[in-house]
């Protein structure tokens, strides 16, 4: 895996050195994306155009309200990680016009006056002017240090309330908690002393200096990796979309199968409340008997139900197609049904063998009443390029992340290429 990250980055690193990319100034980005059709799949009524190329690995993605769009790189490029887009000519392509801060990573988000960015062990803060610009971006305040980083689900996505708090990811470093980890039979260990300090949602303060683990509270627990959430403005509660676990039939064969360990099991999307626990590594969620089931690293067989008191999904998805980003929609561009409805960036599988690998989509869930219908369709598709998908590295654009312009369009960055889509309804 390291092979094929520092392959990408290198191509990254000669693909915009040859755009005349240099760090802190405007660059002229004559790449010349295709605006006119971007080879995605959108429902009738929709465009969707690339508005910019080569963006570094592109993660999450936000537009302050004056459209400055803010785009967090998970590697560094030429020493940055975060870049600055604008559309200068008012041509609706995106020019780099800054790039900022020297650290990798996911997370970033804007609240009130402030724009927030992780690293995989610390977040960071940057004042914002009245254009929704960074004031002093070499000198943001560090809000939070010393979060766990082992090298295995490690990226802090981040989200923000509404009441000054900050809700920061720790994935846990661990596919299942086993003694040995993922290794064919080894059994779990309990407790789990992984949730001690990951493996679960903390929450801090936004406007504290140098907080550390014991300054926050662990808000949710027992949630494997979370890289997609986002506050629910009219629940007044955090969605979180967790990446489930690997390799039940090869660590377990004994009890399942490969085509069920390809299918199984469900990316889970939760409403999270303070002490909220989804049951990582304990249980799983299978979407066929819309059941919690016992982990085979604590005895479970593919049949006997887990713990009944771990909390349920509100939706699950199909297993292994990697939910990277989510966006609850609040804009009045698009028509009524996507109102507070949640869109859902799938980064895609790797471990959907013997099966064609999946995901690479966008995907929208309505919702009523602060509720999933149960029923999501996807979106936006075709961004792997390719009608059968059997390796990642195959995959021309994988979907990561998702934010909504002041203009209610919608924003999809991919981590690839570093392309970012922007999707616009223009049938009134």
């Known amino acids: 895996m390291k092979k094929i990250q520092s392959t990408i980055f290198v191509f990254l690193l000669i693909a915009i050195s040859l755009n005349g990319y240099c760090a802190n100034h405007i660059i002229n ?20 155009t690339k508005v910019a190329d080569n963006v570094g690995r592109a993660r999450h993605i936000v537009v302050s309200p004056q459209g400055t769009i803010y785009v967090k790189s998970m590697k560094k490029i030429n020493g940055k990680g975060i870049f600055v887009l604008k559309d200068l000519k008012g041509s609706g392509q995106l020019n780099t016009v800054d790039t900022f801060c020297n650290y990798g990573g996911t997370g970033i988000a804007i609240k009130g006056n402030y724009l927030y960015a992780s690293s995989d062990e610390e977040v960071f803060r940057y004042k914002l002017n009245a254009k929704g610009e960074v004031i002093d971006p070499k000198n943001p305040e560090k809000i939070i240090t010393g979060l766990i980083e082992h090298h295995q689900h490690e990226t802090k996505s981040i989200a923000l309330d509404n009441v000054g708090n900050i809700y920061v990811n720790i994935g846990a470093y661990s596919n299942s908690c086993q003694e040995q980890d993922r290794t064919k039979g080894s059994p779990g260990r309990k407790p789990c002393p992984v949730l001690d300090s990951a493996g679960g949602i903390w929450m801090f303060k936004v406007d504290k200096l140098n907080q550390t683990y014991g300054d926050g509270i662990r808000y ?28 039940l039939f090869q660590n377990w064969p004994q009890y399942f199968t490969e085509q069920e360990s390809a299918e199984l099991p469900a990316e889970c999307m939760y409403e999270l409340h303070n002490g909220s626990n989804c049951g990582w590594p304990y249980i799983y969620y299978n979407q066929h008997l819309n059941k919690k089931m016992l982990a085979p690293e604590y005895g479970g067989d593919g049949k006997i139900e887990g713990d009944a008191s771990f909390q349920n999904p509100v939706i699950a998805f199909p297993g292994h197609l990697a939910p990277n980003g989510l966006l609850f929609y609040t804009g009045n561009q698009f028509p009524e049904k996507y109102k507070n409805g949640a869109f859902i960036a799938f980064h895609g599988s790797w471990n959907r063998a013997p099966l064609p690998q999946a995901g690479y989509f966008v995907v929208f869930v309505p919702f009523k009443d602060g509720k999933p219908t149960g029923k999501w369709e996807i979106f936006a598709d075709g961004f792997s ?8 590295r195959s995959a021309d654009h994988r979907p990561c992340g998702l934010a909504q312009g002041p203009d209610g369009s919608l924003y999809i960055s991919d981590d690839v290429k570093g392309t970012i889509y922007k999707v616009k309804y223009t049938e009134h």
Do not use: Y
């Open 29 to 48: 980005n004559d790449n010349n994306p295709d605006s006119s059709n971007a080879g995605i799949k959108v429902p009738e009524g929709f465009t969707i």
């Open 385 to 392: 390029g390719k009608e059968v998908i059997n390796s990642t």
């Open 220 to 247: 949710a627990t027992g949630l494997r990796n979370v890289v997609g959430l986002d506050w629910n403005q009219q629940t007044n509660s955090l969605f979180v979309m967790q990446h489930g676990r690997d390799q």
